[in-house]
């Protein structure tokens, strides 16, 4: 499967921005999918995963109630939707699909840069 990431771009603190991930092939309903971010000088982090069915989610605290992941198996999409954005925000995103109990994810997309101006 490969995977497409989009929607990134500069935002001001406190803007939003939703991140989308679509994924080519037949296979995207058996994956689950998790969105990382990678800031410069830091590690790779996740940021949120959702299973393949979509019933269960799973945040970092650092973001929890303020962005949401949601997917759409008919459209082999994923979505992050951030609201709230903060300077510490700004990183590389990142979409990725596997097996999330097991945290591996062979499946990555290119990234896209979200910046957050203070």
């Known amino acids: 499967v490969q995977l497409q990431a989009s929607g990134g771009g500069l935002v001001q603190a406190g803007g939003s921005l939703r991140l989308s991930c679509a994924a080519s092939?037949?296979?995207?309903?058996?994956?689950?999918m998790g969105w990382f971010r990678q800031a410069p000088g830091k590690e790779r982090e996740l940021v949120a995963y959702?299973?393949?069915?979509?019933?269960?989610?799973s945040y970092a605290d650092s973001v929890k109630g303020r962005f949401t992941i949601s997917r759409d198996n008919s459209k082999n999409t994923v979505w992050l939707q951030m609201l709230g954005l903060k300077p510490e925000d700004t990183a590389v995103y990142y979409c990725?699909?596997?097996?999330?109990?097991?945290?591996?994810?062979?499946?990555w997309g290119q990234g896209t840069l979200v910046t957050v101006s203070s």
């Open positions: 959702i299973y393949r069915s979509g019933g269960f989610t």
């Open positions: 092939g037949r296979t995207f309903s058996t994956l689950d």
């Open positions: 990725a699909g596997g097996v999330a109990t097991a945290g591996r994810y062979p499946y």
